[in-house]
């Protein structure tokens, strides 16, 4: 599937979600389909680009769907963690993730996202939907400007990298190109995880978008493998703040099962493509969508469109 | 001097195994339960015709309103289609737990004491999350 397809999927499903929004006399049934072909999409897109599929998720479906957030949150944070696990396989024994670098960062991660769990339900809706949209939005401004690198200039292994062994040799099967990397400036990378894992558990949001450009531009990890360890660590961070959601009884299976199966699907397909996609492509295609999702919980948290 | 290290490891590769297979289960378990849940095979705690009247609430007067419930109390009412949806989450809850298991004893094996270390504070955090003591009020 070409990533305009996927476009065209995006733009064809989400207004039919807006539409049934309204309806409130629509059959249960409706919400379990429109939520798979949603994130079915969805599932192919958070693999491609990176960002994990609950970036996109919350301010969609919290936004054109009648579920309360908190609701949504849950759901959001069993997606992404489905779609990670589902990918995460594929990234590995491709050689497009790394579990070494993964493990450090993902228990920095684990900290701030059960933080960020118990802080976002704690929170009225009102707040989560305009915080939310403000960080969407700032998120889709930020990737329009950062310059993520293929081969990021190799520098200094700090202590930590040297200790823990964090470098390898880089085989980019696309670009038929092979080059050593290693981890630099890891205390600093903690410390992004640690925040990123904070606002991850809070809005239930993957992370992704934060985490590729904190592993490549930051700790100096090539984009592919970036891309694919970002995915790794969600899966872990992930499984700290869905937790949770569960133990609150913030998950809706009417809602978050449908949506799983969907983004678990659309992320085996999406891992797949992930050797040949062109990365250019399926950013302007998030880039949209994230401006687009931003603006409408935004909208929805300050009463101007409810 | 750097060993030279190209990926796949033989530790991507061990733990990409077991998150495959875990995943895997889970995923079957939750097609499995979702289907009995909508099918109607089993009945659920709250009617599928009823749940429009109850999801555009907060969680916690949800909770108020169903009596849906919290922490590990889904065990008790595995009868209920609904709640056994929760079997097939919380596997796909604990699939990172037994992969890192299974990394501890690797590591340990090998000697990676910081790897070790690192599994274990992980366990110990994932564990620490899904006992429910961490109970968040609004």
Redesign the interface.
């Known amino acids: 599937m070409r990533a305009a397809d996927l476009l065209l999927l995006v733009v064809l499903a989400f207004p039919g979600a807006a539409w049934a929004a309204d309806v409130p006399t629509m059959p249960w049934w409706i919400w379990p389909i429109a939520l798979f072909a949603v994130t079915f999409v969805l599932g192919i897109v958070a693999i491609l680009s990176g960002i994990g599929g609950g970036v996109l998720f919350v301010p969609f479906v919290g936004g054109f769907f009648p579920f309360h957030v908190d609701f949504v949150r849950g759901a959001a944070l069993l997606l992404a963690l489905s779609g990670a696990l589902a990918a995460s396989p594929a990234l590995l024994r491709n050689g497009l993730a790394s579990l070494r670098v993964t493990m450090p960062l993902a228990l920095a991660g684990s900290v701030g996202s059960i933080s960020g769990a118990m802080i976002g339900l704690a929170l009225p809706a009102a707040v989560v939907n305009t915080t939310l949209g403000a960080v969407v939005l700032l998120i889709a401004t930020y990737m329009m400007r950062a310059e993520l690198s293929e081969r990021p200039r190799g520098g200094l292994a700090d202590a930590w990298s040297a200790a823990l062994g964090l470098h390898g040799v880089f085989h980019d099967a696309a670009a038929g190109d092979k080059f050593d990397w290693n981890v630099h400036r890891t205390p600093a990378g903690l410390a992004a995880f640690g925040g990123i894992g904070l606002m991850g558990g809070m809005f239930g949001l993957g992370a992704g978008w934060a985490n590729v450009p904190a592993l490549n531009l930051l700790m100096g990890v090539p984009l592919k493998l970036a891309v694919g360890t970002s995915g790794l660590a969600i899966s872990i961070i992930n499984s700290a703040a869905a937790w949770v959601y569960i133990d609150r009884g913030a998950v809706l299976p009417v809602l978050a099962v449908p949506s799983i199966l969907g983004i678990m699907v659309g992320a085996r397909i999406g891992g797949r493509m992930l050797r040949t996609a062109h990365a250019s492509t399926v950013r302007r295609l998030v880039l949209a969508s994230l401006f687009v999702a931003g603006g409408r919980a935004l909208a929805k948290g300050l009463g101007i469109w409810n | 001097m750097?060993?030279?290290?190209?990926?796949?490891?033989a530790?991507?590769?061990i733990?990409?195994?077991w998150?495959?297979f875990f995943?895997r289960l889970?995923?079957a378990a939750?097609?499995a339960?979702?289907l009995i849940?909508?099918t109607g095979i089993i009945s659920p705690a709250i009617p599928?015709?009823e749940?429009?009247r109850y999801?555009?609430?907060?969680?916690a007067q949800?909770?108020a309103a169903t009596g849906?419930?919290?922490?590990?109390g889904w065990v008790l009412h595995l009868g209920k289609s609904?709640l056994l949806?929760?079997v097939?989450?919380?596997i796909?809850?604990?699939?990172?737990?037994v992969c890192y298991v299974r990394?501890l004893m690797h590591y340990l094996r090998v000697r990676e004491r910081?790897?070790a270390a690192?599994?274990i504070?992980?366990l110990l955090?994932?564990i620490?999350?899904?006992s429910?003591l961490?109970?968040?009020?609004?």
């Open positions: 750097q060993t030279e290290r190209e990926h796949p490891t530790e991507d590769l733990y990409a195994r998150l495959d995943t889970g995923f939750l097609v339960s979702f849940y909508t599928l015709a749940l429009p999801w555009g609430l907060p969680i949800y909770v849906t419930p919290t922490g590990w609904d949806n929760l097939g989450v919380s796909l809850g604990s699939v990172t737990i990394m910081a790897f690192i599994c504070a992980q955090l994932l620490l999350a899904a429910g961490l109970q968040p009020g609004r």
